[in-house]
């Protein structure tokens, strides 16, 4: 049977390049996600497909693909996927980890800046025609450089925030199902902390966990009740790790200072009550966008599915 790769959304052409000729590709070169049927209508017949956060791959889907062989994420997150229906039906799911870390970090530190700096604040007063003299106290916010940073899943992305906090001379607490080896925390001189610790303890909280069902609302009332009235919480993992109405309430209610968010519950949803406020900063899940990084997943996506399309050991496998 000739090979052929569905591509359910807009990819580089210079990935899309690697392709064999010989092999069939059917390409969606649009960011809207295909409806369900059309996905499984365009599946048939396929071996792999190559797909962005926005396409879920369920047991449904799997089902109306019987020669599907490969999944390729081009994210790191894989939430979307049904890993363990792949599974048994033999489906290898990839996904792509390292090179998209050091600026999924860069930006994870943008919004802690931004949000601590009140930087969106400031460029909307600046534009506004407002700033008529100069103020001593004009948009106060709080310091990074010295404070606390606590690390919530201390993966590749955790520990690459860790390393900025180095720069800034914070003190770096971390929490983890699995502890760092001694080396690793010598080298980004984290501590590791019980959880709740560590949000007693934090001026900023960076959440790096997996969305898996042990995290789904990890942070909620209780745990946003936890953490200092001056601490300020960022999220560029995925959004439904925090519970987003109570999260309205601490930032509205002062149980916590400020926010920097990356990503959302329902996206391209935002809850309403986030919009209207300013002591958070959103960010439309852009993290890992940044034209090289772009490049580089969409290109390792590929990789991974001609590898298995071969008969090769993928290169960045899940699980
Ligand atoms: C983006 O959200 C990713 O998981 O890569």
């Excluded at 019980?194 to 959440?207: G, T, W, Y």
Aim: aromatic share 6%; proline share 5%; hydrophobic share 45%.
């Amino acid at each position: 049977m000739p090979k052929s790769i569905l591509i359910s959304n807009v990819l580089p052409d210079q990935a899309r390049a690697m392709i064999p000729k010989d092999y069939g590709v059917d390409y969606n070169d649009t960011d809207s996600p295909l409806p369900k049927a059309e996905l499984i209508r365009r599946l048939r017949g396929k071996q792999a497909l190559i797909c962005h956060i926005i396409s879920t791959i369920d047991e449904e889907v799997l089902a109306g693909a019987p020669d599907l062989k490969a999944v390729c994420n081009v994210a790191v997150g894989f939430n979307n996927i049904d890993v363990a229906a792949c599974r048994k039906r033999g489906v290898v799911v990839t996904n792509t980890p390292d090179v998209l870390t050091e600026t999924t970090a860069d930006f994870a530190w943008a919004l802690l800046m931004a949000a601590a700096r009140r930087v969106v604040e400031a460029d909307r007063f600046a534009r506004s025609g407002q700033w008529s003299r100069w103020q001593w106290d004009l948009l106060w916010g709080y310091d990074v450089y010295g404070k606390t940073l606590g690390v919530v899943g201390f993966g590749r992305i955790g520990r690459a925030l860790a390393r900025r906090a180095l720069g800034f001379s914070m003190r770096v607490l971390y929490h983890d199902t699995v502890r760092a080896d001694a080396a690793a925390e010598r080298e980004l001189k984290a501590t590791y902390m019980e959880r709740d610790a560590l949000l007693r303890e934090s001026d900023f909280v960076s959440l790096h966990t997996l969305l898996i069902p042990e995290t789904r609302h990890l942070i909620d009332e209780r745990t946003l009740r936890l953490m200092k009235k001056t601490a300020i919480l960022v999220n560029a993992a995925r959004g439904p790790i925090v519970d987003e109405a109570a999260l309205v309430r601490a930032l509205k209610e002062g149980w916590i200072a400020g926010a920097g968010l990356d990503v959302f519950e329902e996206e391209p949803k935002i809850h309403p009550g986030l919009l209207s406020l300013t002591n958070v900063t959103l960010a439309p899940h852009i993290a890992s966008a940044s034209l090289d990084t772009r490049l580089a997943m969409a290109t390792l996506a590929v990789r991974n599915c001609l590898a298995v399309l071969e008969g090769k050991p993928p290169i960045t496998p899940v699980g």
